[in-house]
């Protein structure tokens, strides 16, 4: 199953390059114009294959192919879970389980979301590679967009860190902040003699968190935080700069396996527009049952 997409060539179009209706109309990169045009079927125009140079006449149809049918990412197919929260022909959005890696590595070669997904497009005969548009650590739960095609892939990366795409968690941290809410603004880079910690440092890369506090006992707090950038680790480096780590956080507080056996975070909502529509779109994912029994009192009234 391919997707691709059409442009009724009109009056104001007959007569335009091939390469400049793909660019200026139909919003495709000069990358994704160079993969899809040496495709058998890539560029079409009624029906007919064409190079970029032809210039079609009004009333014939343009028609280009979005989906590749090379994977290139080398990603093994593996059947697995996958909580599909929306899914359509050019993106899907999952709501990942806590401990499950988004893609393979040391360790994970068949057990990732990314593996889980090939095994689903072949299950439904989507042609496809695996295009995560952000990451989420193996401990984080929650809401993931990913792209089926590279054209999706580019729109949606060039709305990350912009106000077009947003992505709001919920976390539980030791303590509470003070102030209850703010803006956490502290450059983040790798940590000098770790091969994986950050930690905030001057000459680290821009690293902004907005903070709001929902609820708290004062022994832990449940909080609402907002990206500005998408650091590694950066909701977690920024907590435990503020002296207060998520609850359950090996690396930048410390362990509490009698509590939650992963930081307490959770990818809870992401409002983006669409790659082809231009709509706008959100979605939220509910707390997750081992995050909610940490905060019980919580009446959950902010949604």
């Not at 005969?125 to 089926?148: C, N, Q, W």
């Not at 902040?177 to 502290?186: C, E, M, N, T």
């Amino acid at each position: 199953m391919s997707r691709r997409l059409e442009l009724p060539v009109t009056a104001e179009l007959a007569g335009i390059k091939v390469d400049t209706l793909l660019k200026k109309h139909l919003g495709l990169s000069g990358t994704v114009v160079r993969r899809v045009k040496w495709l058998e079927d890539g560029i079409l125009v009624d029906g007919v294959r064409v190079n970029t140079r032809f210039c079609p006449r009004e009333g014939q149809v343009l028609s280009v192919r979005l989906s590749d049918p090379e994977r290139r990412s080398g990603i093994v197919p593996a059947p697995g879970p996958l909580d599909i929260v929306y899914e359509d022909e050019d993106l899907l959005v999952l709501n990942k389980a806590p401990g499950v890696p988004v893609h393979p590595g040391p360790g994970h070669f068949d057990d990732t979301i990314c593996n889980f997904l090939l095994y689903y497009y072949d299950l439904k005969g989507i042609e496809g590679d695996a295009h995560p548009i952000h990451r989420l650590d193996r401990g984080t739960s929650g809401l993931l967009v990913v792209a089926k095609h590279p054209h999706a892939q580019e729109v949606l990366k060039e709305q990350l860190h912009t106000p077009q795409f947003r992505r709001t968690y919920l976390a539980v941290c030791e303590g509470a902040p003070q102030p209850p809410s703010g803006l956490i603004d502290a450059p983040l880079g790798p940590k000098t003699g770790s091969l994986v910690e950050q930690e905030v440092r001057p000459d680290g890369k821009a690293a902004r968190t907005r903070y709001e506090t929902l609820w708290t006992d004062g022994a832990c707090s449940l909080l609402r935080l907002e990206l500005d950038t998408g650091r590694t680790h950066q909701i977690r480096v920024h907590m435990a700069h503020l002296g207060h780590p998520l609850l359950g956080d090996f690396l930048y507080g410390r362990e509490a396996p009698e509590l939650i056996p992963r930081p307490a975070l959770h990818s809870w909502q992401v409002t983006f527009r669409h790659p082809i529509t231009e709509q706008e779109l959100t979605f939220t994912a509910p707390l997750p049952h081992d995050m909610e029994t940490l905060v019980p009192q919580w009446k959950g009234d902010f949604v």
